[in-house]
């Protein structure tokens, strides 16, 4: 009888310990938490167990920090359209504690845990088209993952903020939008089948690359798009000297300037700046004309970019190993 009652707190136990690792978010109460934050502050220290994080449909305004040692979380959207997490900081906003806020401070969600995936959710940043810097996301921990997610806003969208390869970063079938260097940052960051939409003439990226990084930004068979009314758009521009971007069969719209990249009013750039395509096309895609400093690979150069040698690091980590 001792056993049996044994053998059952252990199942109950299991059952209990199973039970916390599905969270559910709804506004209206029907969830464990309203909040996407309640939920956050939910998962304890240090954690290794995986966590999903169920988020019903609704625009959940609120600044969102996943603290690092907060790892393993992942983030599911009910819908991608309807699922947003939105706030409005934006560069120069002077906060409850008196503190100017930056580019580095005024993200809608702060994302500094390691291992997360999120799927079907809009991250946005709302503040205004003149708000000036105000990214969406500061995605700052390594081993980063978003399916089928949308980042919206204007200047500044997505921070890909970690220190290069110490921040691993993969975003498939994603929807990027922005005006200036919406996509920007040191991580090294695998962009596959995304849209990249830009909301005015200014840069894609600004990619601030460490000079020992071999790869920065890397973008597979992605869609550049824009308003039609759109006619000088770069490829990148150098927010660090060492900038690494490259563009692997993009479908890259007329809004794009047959020069492709930018130096960033500074010539010295074009000495150190790494930018590079393959097999671009689209009517943006001018090789011929694109900027002397910039490089088209040849066939052998482009078998080195596979996801083994850009992201997997010494831990050999697969972005799609349990996709």
């Not at 993009?250 to 960033?264: F, Q, R, S, V, Y």
């Not at 000495?271 to 900027?291: F, H, I, L, M, W």
């Amino acid at each position: 009888m001792k056993k049996l009652t044994t053998l059952f707190f252990i199942i109950l136990l299991s059952a209990s310990l199973y039970a916390q690792k599905h969270i559910a978010v709804a506004q209206d109460g029907s969830g464990d938490y309203k909040t996407v934050q309640a939920a956050f502050d939910a998962i304890p220290q240090n954690n290794k167990n995986p966590i999903e994080i169920n988020i019903k449909k609704g625009t959940y305004k609120e600044v969102l920090h996943l603290d690092s040692g907060k790892n393993f979380v992942t983030l599911k959207g009910e819908d991608k359209e309807s699922t947003v997490l939105t706030f409005n900081n934006h560069n120069g906003v002077v906060n409850a504690k008196g503190e100017t806020l930056n580019t580095y401070t005024t993200a809608s969600f702060f994302l500094n845990g390691s291992n997360f995936t999120a799927r079907n959710i809009t991250f946005e940043n709302n503040a205004g088209f003149t708000a000036g810097q105000a990214p969406a996301v500061f995605a700052h921990g390594d081993k980063l993952r978003f399916f089928d997610c949308a980042f919206k806003g204007f200047q500044d969208v997505l921070f890909c903020s970690g220190q290069g390869s110490n921040s691993r970063q993969y975003y498939q079938n994603c929807y990027i939008e922005g005006t200036t260097d919406f996509i920007f940052g040191p991580a090294v960051a695998v962009f596959q089948s995304c849209k990249i939409y830009s909301k005015k003439n200014s840069h894609v990226t600004a990619a601030s690359t460490d000079q020992n990084e071999l790869y920065g930004f890397v973008f597979f068979d992605c869609q550049l798009t824009a308003d039609t009314s759109l006619h000088s758009v770069s490829l990148g521009r150098p927010w660090r000297p060492y900038s690494n971007v490259t563009y692997i069969r993009c479908d890259i719209g007329a809004h794009i300037t047959p020069a492709g990249w930018n130096n960033w009013k500074n010539p010295a750039n074009e000495k150190t700046a790494r930018y590079a395509e393959y097999k671009s096309t689209g009517p943006g895609a001018n090789p011929s004309a694109r900027a002397t400093w910039s490089r088209q690979l040849t066939d052998d150069e482009v078998k080195q970019y596979t996801l083994k040698n850009i992201l997997g690091g010494k831990d050999n980590w697969n972005p799609l190993k349990d996709k």
